[in-house]
């Protein structure tokens, strides 16, 4: 077999398989909501089963070898990066806050200039 041909092939399984992930979380979302006079418990168990399987089943597919392997690469540069101190998160956090304050009374202080300015041109009182 050559490449394009197994290729096709492992497309067209994949396309079997997202339908059938696809029909599996329907028939959840249908059970749960034919289920209703069940217990949520029983419900929820079921719900979280059909999800389990489907996610299993999405796994196989080329996506989700893609999927799983973009979440290991993730899980690897969150692991490198360096993190703030309680210190350093503090002292960043209040500099933003200073910053908004001063820009919140630049824009207050902007908008009552503008508006006497329109209430002087139009001779309108509010």
């Known amino acids: 077999m050559n490449a394009s041909a197994e290729n ?13 992930v696809f029909l599996l979380l329907g028939g959840a979302v249908f059970g749960n909501y034919y289920y209703g ?9 079921g719900v979280v089963a059909a999800v389990v399987v489907a996610g299993l089943i999405a796994m ?15 899980r ?13 998160a503090i002292q960043t956090t209040a500099i933003v806050l ?10 207050w202080g902007l908008d009552s200039a503008l ?3 329109v209430n ?6 509010v």
Not at 13 to 18: F, G, I, M, Q, R
Not at 37 to 45: H, N, T, W
Not at 61 to 73: D, H, I, L, Y
Not at 77 to 86: N, Y
């Open 120 to 125: 002087f041109i139009t001779s309108l009182q």
């Open 76 to 88: 690897t540069e969150v692991r490198k990066v360096v993190w703030p101190t309680r210190q350093e």
């Open 37 to 45: 006079d069940m217990s949520p418990l029983y419900r929820a168990l």
């Open 8 to 20: 096709q092939t492992s497309g067209s399984l994949d396309s079997v398989k997202w339908v059938l």
């Open 98 to 107: 200073v910053a908004t304050a001063i820009m919140s009374l630049i824009l």
């Open 60 to 74: 196989q597919t080329e996506k989700g070898r893609n999927a799983v392997s973009f979440a290991k690469e993730s």
């Open 115 to 117: 508006f006497a300015i």
